[in-house]
């Protein structure tokens, strides 16, 4: 069931759009912000809701990276894997998160604190290499300055 | 002409970092231009005209003339309506960092151009389509918005006059493809960001089938400094017939890696050299990607060229959005290359066989290549595919800008390349 709030939220959406299946992004996302990711339950909720079927939502949702149809960790990591990034030491980066959390790209670690994910350039080339965690954007990056991020995020 | 800054774009922008709020905007000027079009009796041809004369081209890349794809709007009592305007703001090309720049610190110049250039298409609505990964530009670009609701700039009878607009904020599930024209218009509609047949072109068959312009952050922010100074003053800003600023941007292993507006037709050498400081201590220039992922690698022989739409094709690259990617004797050209095929063989949304199987095809090739198993006969095979990739070959753009880079490495780093075959191995590994 979605609740009161998803409701709201994804009606307050809907009305930007001259058809209703228009907002099915937006309402996913929706959810994904109460929730954290989108469940088979959720997307057949909003599904039903849109006047959709599950499967047309399904190919909308498979389609777009920031549309989680697994479970993610409390924090979602997502480093920068393109070219500016890659030429300033993605690789590096990338072995330090993976040996210090455990996981590989796509993983979660084991007490659900953290997903790694690999994220096309977030336009932080400036300040390559770069990663978000969760809503936050982290530039100039080297092993230290990961290891003082990931700490603030329980 | 009339005088005005010769940085019109970041003119407001504060070292801080800080947004400039409405009230900020105003008093530098801000919504002069939407009060000149709406009280000043112009007509919407007439801003069309304005943006024409000041030959406004396309800022996210491809450089198309602004005011021509404003005059293919139908207008008047018996157009489809409504009409809409989007702003693309997906900014996800690699290696371009310059339209987050605009919205998270002065979004207002943004929405200053939206309402003016949906005034000229007759707009009813707008939307700016934001890449999801833009926190920070979303949550200032919203208040913005509310903030200019609140100053009757949006919405109904704006300031008076009879002209309405509505403007919403969309934030995007993610992928490339939803920066292309026509997979924008799928994605905003809910659906799929695959890209659609042309024609129709989106000015006449756009978003819900109705009358659609499609412009780039950069490019509209030009457009209240074009109203107010003219196209004259907008030409002289430029060193080229490409008139204007441009945001030029340098990554890479270069001194100072940064973001400037300079004189269109400013020289690659001078972005490089004076303002990202050159190379870093201990490196060597090789090469540069002089606009993004997709445009063609560029070497020492043209770094004179002047960057703007006429003098890159020239050269056989393009400025496309200007910012550019540096490549140092340090780094492999034929991992820039696997890295940037990666990229576009995972954003490939599938639609078109040259793009799909081509670039999974080649991006194995390169890392084969990487791995030390490389064959005599990869390179023949991966410039073929690049051949293969159009343009003319796909529904969009995704699978030629792909290309793009792809053969120029194979032009200007074939021994690399060939190294790595004969040697069976990474030279930089």
Same mark, same amino acid.
């Given at each position: 069931?979605?609740?009161?709030?998803?409701?709201?939220?994804?009606?307050?959406?809907?009305?930007?759009?001259?058809?209703?299946?228009?907002?099915?992004?937006?309402?996913?996302?929706?959810?994904?912000?109460?929730?954290?990711?989108?469940?088979?339950?959720?997307?057949?909720?909003?599904?039903?809701?849109?006047?959709?079927?599950?499967?047309?939502?399904?190919?909308?949702?498979?389609?777009?990276?920031?549309?989680?149809?697994?479970?993610?960790?409390?924090?979602?990591?997502?480093?920068?894997?393109?070219?500016?990034?890659?030429?300033?030491?993605?690789?590096?980066?990338?072995?330090?998160?993976?040996?210090?959390?455990?996981?590989?790209?796509?993983?979660?670690?084991?007490?659900?604190?953290?997903?790694?994910?690999?994220?096309?350039?977030?336009?932080?080339?400036?300040?390559?290499?770069?990663?978000?965690?969760?809503?936050?954007?982290?530039?100039?990056?080297?092993?230290?300055?990961?290891?003082?991020?990931?700490?603030?995020?329980? | 002409?009339?005088?005005?800054?010769?940085?019109?774009?970041?003119?407001?922008?504060?070292?801080?970092?800080?947004?400039?709020?409405?009230?900020?905007?105003?008093?530098?000027?801000?919504?002069?231009?939407?009060?000149?079009?709406?009280?000043?009796?112009?007509?919407?041809?007439?801003?069309?005209?304005?943006?024409?004369?000041?030959?406004?081209?396309?800022?996210?890349?491809?450089?198309?003339?602004?005011?021509?794809?404003?005059?293919?709007?139908?207008?008047?009592?018996?157009?489809?309506?409504?009409?809409?305007?989007?702003?693309?703001?997906?900014?996800?090309?690699?290696?371009?960092?310059?339209?987050?720049?605009?919205?998270?610190?002065?979004?207002?110049?943004?929405?200053?151009?939206?309402?003016?250039?949906?005034?000229?298409?007759?707009?009813?609505?707008?939307?700016?389509?934001?890449?999801?990964?833009?926190?920070?530009?979303?949550?200032?670009?919203?208040?913005?918005?509310?903030?200019?609701?609140?100053?009757?700039?949006?919405?109904?009878?704006?300031?008076?006059?009879?002209?309405?607009?509505?403007?919403?904020?969309?934030?995007?599930?993610?992928?490339?493809?939803?920066?292309?024209?026509?997979?924008?218009?799928?994605?905003?509609?809910?659906?799929?960001?695959?890209?659609?047949?042309?024609?129709?072109?989106?000015?006449?068959?756009?978003?819900?089938?109705?009358?659609?312009?499609?412009?780039?952050?950069?490019?509209?922010?030009?457009?209240?400094?074009?109203?107010?100074?003219?196209?004259?003053?907008?030409?002289?800003?430029?060193?080229?017939?490409?008139? @204007?600023?441009?945001?030029? =941007? +340098? %990554?890479?292993?270069?001194?100072?890696?940064?973001?400037?507006?300079? #004189? $269109?037709?400013? !020289?690659?050498?001078?972005?490089?050299?004076?303002?990202?400081?050159?190379?870093?201590?201990?490196?060597?220039?090789? @090469?540069?990607?002089?606009? =993004? +992922? %997709?445009?063609?690698?560029?070497?020492?022989?043209?770094?004179?060229? #002047? $960057?703007?739409? !006429?003098?890159?094709?020239?050269?056989?690259?393009?400025?496309?959005?200007?910012?550019?990617?540096?490549?140092?004797?340090?780094?492999?050209?034929? =991992?820039?290359?696997?890295?940037?095929?990666?990229?576009?063989?995972?954003?490939?949304?599938?639609?078109? !066989?040259?793009?799909?199987?081509?670039?999974?095809?080649?991006?194995?090739?390169?890392?084969?290549?990487?791995?030390?198993?490389?064959?005599?006969?990869?390179?023949?095979?991966?410039?073929?595919?690049?051949?293969?990739?159009?343009?003319?070959?796909?529904?969009?753009?995704?699978?030629?800008?792909?290309?793009?880079?792809?053969?120029?490495?194979?032009?200007?780093?074939?021994?690399?390349?060939?190294?790595?075959?004969?040697?069976?191995?990474?030279?930089?590994?």
């Amino acid at each position: 069931m979605l609740s009161a709030d998803e409701i709201s939220e994804i009606e307050a959406e809907a009305v930007h759009y001259p058809r209703r299946d228009a907002v099915c992004i937006d309402a996913m996302r929706i959810v994904q912000r109460h929730r954290g990711w989108v469940s088979d339950e959720s997307l057949h909720d909003i599904a039903a809701h849109l006047g959709m079927s599950v499967t047309d939502l399904d190919s909308v949702a498979t389609f777009y990276n920031l549309i989680f149809r697994k479970p993610v960790g409390r924090h979602v990591i997502m480093i920068c894997d393109s070219v500016s990034c890659w030429i300033m030491g993605y690789d590096r980066m990338r072995e330090h998160l993976g040996t210090r959390l455990g996981v590989g790209l796509g993983e979660t670690t084991p007490d659900s604190r953290f997903t790694l994910l690999p994220i096309v350039c977030l336009g932080c080339c400036d300040r390559a290499p770069a990663m978000m965690v969760d809503d936050d954007l982290h530039g100039d990056l080297d092993v230290q300055k990961i290891d003082r991020a990931l700490e603030s995020y329980l | 002409m009339t005088s005005g800054t010769d940085k019109p774009l970041t003119k407001n922008i504060r070292p801080d970092g800080s947004v400039v709020d409405i009230r900020a905007y105003e008093q530098a000027g801000g919504y002069q231009a939407v009060r000149k079009v709406l009280h000043g009796g112009m007509t919407p041809s007439a801003v069309t005209d304005a943006v024409k004369d000041a030959n406004l081209r396309g800022r996210g890349g491809a450089g198309f003339p602004t005011g021509q794809k404003w005059s293919f709007v139908p207008l008047g009592k018996d157009a489809p309506t409504p009409t809409y305007l989007i702003c693309n703001a997906d900014e996800m090309e690699p290696g371009t960092f310059k339209d987050r720049l605009l919205m998270e610190r002065d979004p207002h110049q943004l929405i200053e151009g939206m309402i003016i250039a949906g005034f000229a298409i007759e707009a009813d609505v707008a939307y700016i389509f934001l890449r999801g990964e833009y926190v920070l530009a979303a949550e200032r670009l919203s208040r913005a918005i509310a903030e200019a609701y609140d100053a009757h700039y949006l919405g109904k009878n704006i300031l008076g006059s009879d002209y309405s607009l509505e403007l919403y904020l969309h934030l995007s599930g993610g992928r490339y493809m939803c920066g292309e024209e026509t997979g924008l218009l799928n994605a905003l509609e809910g659906k799929r960001a695959n890209p659609r047949s042309k024609p129709p072109f989106p000015p006449v068959v756009g978003l819900f089938g109705k009358p659609t312009v499609v412009n780039n952050v950069e490019t509209l922010c030009c457009v209240p400094h074009i109203i107010n100074h003219g196209a004259a003053w907008f030409h002289a800003l430029g060193r080229t017939q490409d008139a @204007g600023t441009k945001l030029f =941007g +340098a %990554s890479g292993k270069v001194k100072r890696p940064g973001l400037w507006e300079l #004189p $269109m037709g400013t !020289t690659i050498r001078e972005i490089l050299e004076e303002h990202a400081g050159g190379m870093r201590d201990g490196v060597t220039f090789r @090469g540069l990607l002089p606009g =993004g +992922a %997709s445009t063609d690698f560029v070497t020492e022989e043209h770094l004179d060229t #002047p $960057m703007d739409f !006429t003098a890159m094709a020239k050269i056989g690259s393009r400025m496309g959005t200007g910012t550019m990617i540096v490549l140092d004797d340090q780094t492999c050209p034929v =991992g820039m290359t696997w890295n940037l095929m990666h990229f576009f063989a995972q954003e490939s949304c599938g639609w078109c !066989t040259p793009c799909w199987s081509g670039l999974g095809w080649v991006e194995r090739i390169l890392k084969s290549m990487e791995e030390g198993k490389g064959q005599q006969g990869d390179l023949d095979k991966l410039a073929s595919q690049a051949n293969m990739w159009g343009p003319g070959a796909t529904f969009c753009a995704l699978a030629p800008g792909a290309a793009e880079p792809l053969q120029s490495a194979l032009k200007y780093f074939r021994d690399d390349f060939e190294r790595h075959i004969c040697e069976k191995r990474c030279p930089w590994r």
